[in-house]
């Protein structure tokens, strides 16, 4: 039996390194993916889940989650699905090289990639791992997840399935590049862990759409992780878009690796869940980078979302830009945590943080913890929050104008949430989001009076 380094196996992780040993025993792959694996079971068995006494989750009560009988999915389980359902879910019907998972694993009838082009490789990191995998090798390898990341530890000990992406140096992708995670069973603690890899060359471009979605309200578990790496020059924009089950619970890494003079933008976009999580850490390695990181999530019920950033600037004349808005109503929470860390030898950085939150109701509520920790001199930082509720003066200007009361809530929260989607630069991802919003915030039956 596998023993943590330090300290006896916390209760709630025996279960996972139990099936550990077994899925060790079944798991193929190359030789250099055992250790990487077993390092990681080793890695969580001693730190554990994190709990409310850790200042980083202090806000975030993971425990249903660590009660959950750990059911990991293992073999590809068939669907009713179709083409056509899978056009129906956002992004879905979209022009795209598209792969298609179901319950962590791929699905190649579902999927749409295009004869190989010169240059890019997109395949799904099975079929990656079963052949010449030597860029996937190195990315896992020599970037793992942060230490103190027990979710990130437990990804890469049970990992079978995900994306590789990698598209060289000055190469173009012209067609939107979209990952959708479809979760179609009803198995309490049905757990999948999709790893996903890209690696974006020096002066190439490329957008990737990232999403998570349901055809069940079960209670299942997504531990996602998304490692993206960009050449000097490059240009990414990266779109996650989390809508899972009610029920289910959602914890993600997005961990970026930032090349000199590149040029990155990533979205999160949260609708769904009982409890998710996206934690992103980004590492501006070079200089004169252009980096902005821009989430929205919507929440009901008794919903918890959490987004928990580092923004690390280590080289000279980078600029960084976080925009987070949240809106809420029932009983729900938000979570914001966002710490821009600039080291000494990054001067003239220029980074900014912003996280806004609109409550609709007097239950919602919301925790958030901008941070600045600076240790260079000649530098812009700023950081601010706001927690509140519609302006009244906002809706008396509208309803002055001709416009009834609940047609003017409705047009303000819009608008809120039109100031992170109106930064995504793929205009049909745009509008399409644009659209959900809009058709969310129409299918709330006491939104236009406040209650």
């Known amino acids: 039996m596998l023993q943590p380094m330090d300290k006896p196996a916390r209760k709630e992780t025996e279960a996972h390194v139990a099936q550990f040993e077994r899925f060790e025993r079944e798991a193929g792959g190359p030789a250099w993916v055992a250790p990487l694996r077993r390092a990681g079971i080793e890695r969580f068995a001693q730190i554990g889940f994190p709990t409310l006494r850790d200042e980083d989750w202090r806000f975030t009560n993971v425990s249903p989650i660590s009660r959950l009988p750990f059911q990991p999915v293992l ?136 999403s998570y979605v349901s055809t069940v309200d079960a209670p299942y578990f997504t531990n996602a992780v998304t490692d993206l790496v960009l050449g000097n020059g490059a240009v990414v924009e990266h779109c996650k878009f989390q809508d899972e089950s009610p029920a289910a619970y959602h914890i993600a890494g997005v961990h970026a690796y930032l090349g000199r003079g590149c040029n990155f933008i990533s979205h999160s976009i949260a609708t769904g869940g009982r409890l998710s999580r996206n934690n992103i850490r980004t590492h501006l390695a070079g200089e004169g980078v252009e980096c902005i990181l821009n989430g929205l999530y919507l929440t009901r019920g008794d919903q918890l979302a959490d987004h928990h950033m580092v923004v690390e600037h280590a080289q000279p004349h980078c600029n960084s830009h976080e925009y987070y808005n949240g809106i809420l109503d029932g009983r729900s929470r938000g979570v914001f945590h966002g710490r821009i860390l600039v080291r000494p030898a990054a001067q003239k950085t220029d980074a900014k943080q912003t996280n806004k939150n609109l409550l609709l109701s007097e239950d919602a509520t919301v925790d958030t913890k901008p941070q600045l920790e600076i240790y260079a001199d000649d530098v812009k930082c700023t950081h601010g929050a706001t927690v509140g509720q519609l302006n009244e003066e906002s809706i008396f200007y509208l309803r002055a104008r001709g416009l009834g009361a609940e047609t003017a809530r409705r047009m303000l929260i819009h608008a809120f949430a039109g100031e992170i989607i109106e930064r995504v630069r793929l205009e049909p991802a745009r509008e399409e989001l644009d659209k959900l919003v809009w058709d969310r915030l129409e299918a709330n039956p006491h939104l236009g009076d406040g209650n």
Do not use: C, M
């Not at 579902?110 to 010449?132: D, F």
């Not at 049970?158 to 990698?166: K, P």
């Not at 190469?171 to 999948?192: R, S």
């Open 75 to 210: 073999q590809r389980t068939r669907a009713d699905l179709t083409a056509q359902a899978v056009a129906g879910f956002t992004f879905g019907h979209l022009p795209a090289i598209r792969l298609v998972f179901l319950n962590g694993h791929y699905a190649p009838e579902l999927s749409s990639v295009e004869a190989k082009t010169p240059g890019v490789v997109v395949k799904n990191v099975s079929a990656a791992l079963a052949g010449e995998a030597n860029g996937l090798q190195a990315q896992l390898a020599h970037r793992s997840p942060a230490e103190e990341d027990a979710f990130a530890a437990l990804n890469t000990a049970f990992f079978q399935d995900g994306a590789f992406i990698e598209v060289a140096a000055g190469q173009k992708v012209a067609t939107p590049i979209h990952l959708l995670f479809i979760a179609t069973t009803e198995e309490n603690g049905a757990t999948w862990h999709p790893r996903n890899v890209f690696v974006a060359g020096e002066g190439s471009r490329v957008t990737i759409l990232e």
